[in-house]
């Protein structure tokens, strides 16, 4: 029995289709996956460089127009300033979403005296302050002393729990962005 089922050979025919015959709605749609709620529109950059096709799609003003509305509400509006959705989004400041801002604070501290009174010592206090944002309006905070090299992965998700770690809201007004965290 095994042997005639090693013997049977079965070929299956694969009919090739290159990515440019699909419509341009469906790559739009897939464009649109690409960039999600998370507004990750560096990739919809690096899928732009994959062809001159994908390069005129992802510049799609739809795209951009929904992205810019995400980020600043109904305040986006296209001006002399800003001729197109794109342009909008590169050149007017908002958040980063793709990333961590790290703070990094450094103070001195006297320390105890010696009992000569002659010898001062000093203390470099250092610590971090790490703040993540989501484009949902979530944001993590967290303060220590671990360099940014072990912590960025620890932050990459809002889902994030462990001691130390500050869960809040941030909102936009203007360029203006207030935080609020437990």
Not at 21 to 37: A, C, G, N, Q
Not at 57 to 80: F, N
Not at 105 to 114: D, T, V
């Given at each position: 029995m095994?042997?005639s089922?090693?013997?049977?050979k ?9 990515i ?16 999600s ?19 005129v ?17 109904k ?5 002399k ?14 958040l980063?979403?793709?990333g ?18 002659f010898?001062k ?5 250092e ?20 360099e940014p ?20 809201k ?6 203006l962005?207030?935080?609020i965290?437990?």
């Amino acid at each position: 029995m095994f042997s005639s089922l090693n013997s049977l050979k079965c070929y299956l025919v694969f009919q090739e289709t290159h990515i440019s015959s699909l419509p341009v709605e469906l790559l739009l749609y897939i464009f649109r996956w690409v960039v999600s709620d998370e507004l990750d529109l560096r990739s919809l950059e690096q899928l732009s460089c994959v062809c001159h096709g994908f390069y005129v799609c992802s510049r799609d003003p739809e795209l951009w127009r929904l992205s810019c509305q995400r980020v600043w509400g109904k305040t986006a509006w296209l001006t002399k300033d800003f001729p197109s959705w794109r342009d909008m989004f590169v050149r007017r400041p908002h958040l980063r979403f793709d990333g961590i801002y790290i703070s990094k604070i450094q103070y001195y501290r006297f320390g105890e005296a010696g009992l000569d009174h002659f010898y001062k010592p000093f203390h470099l206090v250092e610590y971090y302050r790490y703040l993540r944002v989501f484009p949902d309006g979530h944001v993590i905070m967290l303060t220590t002393a671990e360099e940014p090299s072990i912590m960025v992965m620890k932050l990459r998700s809002k889902t994030t729990s462990f001691e130390g770690i500050q869960v809040g809201k941030y909102k936009m007004i203007g360029d203006l962005v207030c935080c609020i965290v437990n």
